[in-house]
């Protein structure tokens, strides 16, 4: 094996703009949102329409084909078109996620004049009640509903994404079918595989709401053996005699042979630029950032990440001959554990349960 000696060239080819952290729903799992008391604040610190404009002609120019406009809820900045299509205009792949409840009439014109390429809308249950328990606002339900089915006149792809917690998690099959009948049985429901704390200073409690590991590991099995048994028909499907094989992973987490700054894309082709105007690896990973809006885009990229210190992975997860299986990150290790080379004990027991299941 031959490890490389020094550092691969950075291309920032895929960004996220971070246009806001607020958000006019309360989801309980939510790893960005800031209460609503800190939104006049935030307001303040928020980027002008101007300036994101200027930054996407700037990280266009560094070599970012894909970008990725979030937040928050970006359609709730009353400058959201204006910034759109100003983005827009400078040629990216986009994609928007939204949770598809402030969808206007102007929204509408604008997108279809300028469509995404992708859309990514979030359905956190089948019904207003769960929308009340998960979101907090019960009406947001049926504006949720109206939203994607304006969205999906565009000829943009529209991609279903859910957060299943405890207060939604019988109401998993409800949420599928619901995208089948309303939008077709070929869109597919993507579940957030394992809901983390929350970052930078949001304010979500999420140990309360999220799955127990056991939980967790039974609903991703479980949509998995349903996707086989579509794929196979129900008649040559027999779940009794289906055979998961199970490898033991590569416990030498040094030994890599591509180099990188936290094992992963960030900060080597893909970073994020937060609401407030900070470039970091990713929406995850906030503890190391730099400023293109003081900067530039090109001497931040470049300066990033402002590290004084080595990332050493503890010997517990060193050692570990599940790792292959373990869900962790950089990113993820910090929220958990508040240190960037932690052992989660959520995640450990995600990796038990499973190879119990199993």
């Known amino acids: 094996m031959q490890i490389l000696k020094e550092m691969p060239e950075r291309i920032p080819m895929d960004g996220t703009f971070e246009l806001t952290v607020r958000c006019n729903l309360k989801c309980k799992m939510c790893l960005f949102r800031h209460d609503d008391s800190e939104n006049e604040e935030i307001i303040k610190n928020e980027r002008t329409a101007e300036e994101w404009i200027d930054m996407a002609r700037q990280v266009a120019e560094a070599g970012t084909f894909n970008l990725l406009i979030t937040g928050g809820e970006p359609m709730l900045r009353k400058d959201f078109c204006e910034i759109y299509e100003g983005i827009y205009k400078q040629g990216f792949m986009l994609t928007l996620y939204t949770n598809a409840t402030l969808v206007t009439p102007k929204i509408m014109e604008t997108l279809r004049r300028y469509p995404p390429h992708r859309i990514g809308v979030t359905i956190y249950g089948a019904s207003e009640e769960t929308y009340e328990e998960v979101c907090g606002n019960g009406k947001a339900f049926n504006r949720a509903i109206e939203g994607m089915k304006l969205l999906s006149t565009l000829p943009s792809i529209l991609e279903f994404r859910t957060t299943i917690i405890k207060d939604n998690y019988d109401e998993v099959d409800a949420i599928e079918d619901l995208v089948h009948r309303e939008f077709g049985e070929d869109k597919t429901l993507t579940q957030t595989r394992m809901v983390n704390k929350a970052v930078r200073g949001a ?156």
Request: aromatic share 10%; glycine share 8%.
């Open 203 to 358: 304010c979500a409690d999420v140990d309360s709401c999220r799955l127990l590991p056991e939980d967790n590991v039974r609903i991703f099995l479980r949509r998995g053996f349903n996707k086989l048994e579509n794929l196979v028909g129900k008649d040559r499907f027999d779940i009794k005699k289906a055979k998961l094989e199970i490898t033991e992973g590569d416990s030498q987490h040094s030994s890599k042979e591509i180099i990188s700054l936290f094992g992963c894309d960030a900060g080597m082709k893909s970073y994020a630029i937060s609401w407030d105007g900070k470039l970091i690896g990713c929406q995850m990973l906030g503890k190391f950032f730099t400023q293109p809006f003081i900067n530039t885009f090109r001497k931040s990229w470049e300066e990033y990440p402002e590290r004084t210190e080595v990332i050493k992975l503890n010997d517990k997860c060193v050692s570990c001959k599940n790792s292959n299986l373990c869900l962790c990150c950089y990113a993820t290790r910090y929220a958990e554990t508040g240190d960037l080379g932690g052992c989660p004990k959520y995640a450990c027991d995600d990796v038990k349960e499973l190879l119990k299941f199993l």
